[in-house]
């Protein structure tokens, strides 16, 4: 009988073997902070115009060179428990406004940093979060104030063109006047009158070569396929389009046929290519002069698709032919019937161009108010364009939330200084100990413009002294100035650097919220993970079975 090994008395004898506990600030609360701390100064780098790449390759093997938060996050599959907690509230920054998660990366890094002094100093964690909380209100009932300007009319390519720049210039410093311009059209060209407004309608389509400036924007649908006949261009197209192969219909049921001589083989065939013929012509005669469908085309299909002069195109993907549909105003048939005038579409041309190297569709659409626009990048590389592509995501988040809220407030520094310096008389003013937590909730607003002005090459704490005596002189919109040698000051709402009402709010809101979290737990229980021994390796000079 095997012996009885005693466990250590308390809380670690109600767990199984394998479990682990830590509890307490040192263990607990401190090495969560850390964790936080290392996370947001990894993406902290990133931050801003001059941020640096991060180079990840994921789990699949995929390489991504990029400064974008989210992306970095998505691809890292981050481990740890508290970790993991700023990671969700930074998914949910991308959520919510699609812009900012950077922002609330460092900022809950800033806080938790700060947090770990005021524990180390002797505060309990509940006065530290009861004046976490009292900053986080305060914060928010003074950032209205800050508000600088607001978007006056989304229909104009060049105030829109204005406000997306911010956004992209983030990720894409040097190129964003021009990438801007294209988000700026893509938008405005799908935004209804009615104001609601779809972020998937502006899509993207990746062709390599050339460089960034020669992307261009399209009204209408770009695919990366090939014509499928021999027509490989049609205007005013009406389009029929179809779920299923473009083949004739297979019966359900086995069947035998027998054929005793040559001339029932001959007859069997020509009934086959007959029906073929009949329903092409149908669908000939019904108007259609583009099929596009969702399966193989078969090769008799395709003769007599020739023969009756029709474009035919093939989309693999079923997304594609739902949006395909969305745009033309079409409805997919599920089998070869021929269509009726409403289920076909109408665009005012389709045809097959190339784009470099590659072979393109173009669905075209002349009008200015389609249902979907496609920006088509070009690039030298697939990682650029990768990059470039969340650029634009960003900059098409940028103008949905400015439909939501056109409040927009300065960049740059501009509005953390400002809330940090009024949030800092606030802290005077409280009599209890959570004073010093929500003076130190003020300083985490400088962690912005230092992570600007490092990431520039700039000592921060010159900066940060010159934009405080600029704020205290009540020039509320003095951000710092990345374009200039040294660390200098210039007024935002003149440059041009505005950045959502929204995409503050929430990223203060939720960085907040996210460290409150962190700091409120105190112990730590790992159970052992499930999963027996590991397979045992298989024999390298064994053959293969069979």
């Keep these: 009988m095997a012996l009885h090994v005693p466990k250590a008395p308390g809380f670690a004898q109600m767990l199984k073997d394998g479990a682990k506990h830590y509890s307490g600030l040192e263990e607990a609360v401190f090495r969560n902070i850390r964790a936080c701390k290392e996370l947001s100064q990894t993406t902290r780098t990133a931050y801003g115009p001059n941020g640096m790449n991060k180079m990840v390759i994921n789990h699949l093997e995929k390489l991504f060179v990029t400064n974008d938060a989210a992306t970095i ?49 002797g505060l309990s964690v509940s006065e530290v979060i009861e004046g976490y909380e009292k ?21 104009d390519v060049q105030e829109a063109t204005s406000l997306i720049r911010t956004a992209v210039m983030s990720k894409q410093y040097g190129n964003e006047d021009f990438l801007a311009k294209l988000i700026a059209q893509a938008c405005v060209s799908i935004f209804p009158e009615s104001g609601n407004f779809n972020v998937d309608n502006v899509r993207v389509c990746k062709i390599l070569g050339c460089g960034v400036t020669a992307s261009s924007m399209l009204h209408g649908m770009v695919f990366k396929k090939e014509a499928e006949g021999d027509i490989t261009s049609v205007k005013d197209a009406k389009i029929a389009v179809f779920s299923c192969p473009f083949d004739c219909t297979v019966t359900e049921t086995k069947g035998t046929v027998l054929i005793n001589n040559a001339q029932e083989l001959m007859n069997f065939s020509k009934g086959e290519e007959d029906m073929m013929e009949a329903q092409v012509k149908a669908i000939k005669e019904a108007g259609a002069n583009v099929v596009v469908t969702g399966g193989k085309v078969a090769d008799m299909a395709l003769h007599y698709a020739n023969k009756y002069k029709l474009m035919v195109v093939r989309l693999n993907s079923k997304w594609d032919l739902r949006r395909l549909c969305k745009t033309v105003g079409a409805v997919a048939l599920p089998r070869m019937t021929s269509p009726t005038p409403e289920e076909m579409g109408h665009c005012d041309s389709v045809y097959l161009t190339e784009v470099g190297d590659t072979q393109v569709v173009v669905f075209k659409h002349e009008k200015e108010d389609g249902a979907i626009s496609t920006v088509v990048i070009r690039g030298s590389t697939d990682n650029l364009m990768d990059d470039i592509e969340r650029a634009v995501d960003d900059g098409v988040n940028t103008f949905k939330v400015l439909i939501r809220d056109k409040r927009l407030v300065p960049g740059a520094g501009a509005t953390e200084i400002e809330l940090a310096k009024q949030l800092t008389s606030y802290g005077e003013s409280c009599p209890g100990l959570e004073q010093y937590a929500i003076k130190k909730f003020a300083d985490a607003f400088e962690a912005v413009p230092r992570a600007l002005a490092e990431n520039s090459g700039v000592k921060a704490s010159e900066l940060i002294s010159k934009l405080y005596s600029a704020h205290h002189e009540g020039n509320k919109n003095m951000g710092y100035d990345i374009e200039s040698e040294g660390p200098t000051v210039k007024d935002m709402l003149e440059a041009g650097i505005l950045e959502p009402f929204l995409v503050k709010h929430w990223g203060i809101k939720l960085a907040t919220n996210a460290a409150i979290t962190v700091l409120r737990v105190d112990q730590i229980i790992m159970a052992k993970p499930a999963g027996g021994p590991k397979p045992p390796e298989g024999r390298k000079d064994f053959d293969e079975d069979d």
């Design 73 to 121: 996050l998505r691809e890292l599959e981050v481990q740890h428990p508290a970790a993991k907690m700023i990671v969700m509230a930074s998914h949910m920054q991308e959520q919510e406004v699609g812009d900012g998660t950077n922002f609330v990366l460092v900022f809950a890094g800033a806080l938790l940093e700060l947090a770990e002094e005021l524990l180390r100093m």
């Design 135 to 155: 900053a986080c209100k305060k914060a928010l009932e003074i950032l209205p104030d800050c508000v600088c300007s607001s978007a006056k009319n989304l229909h």
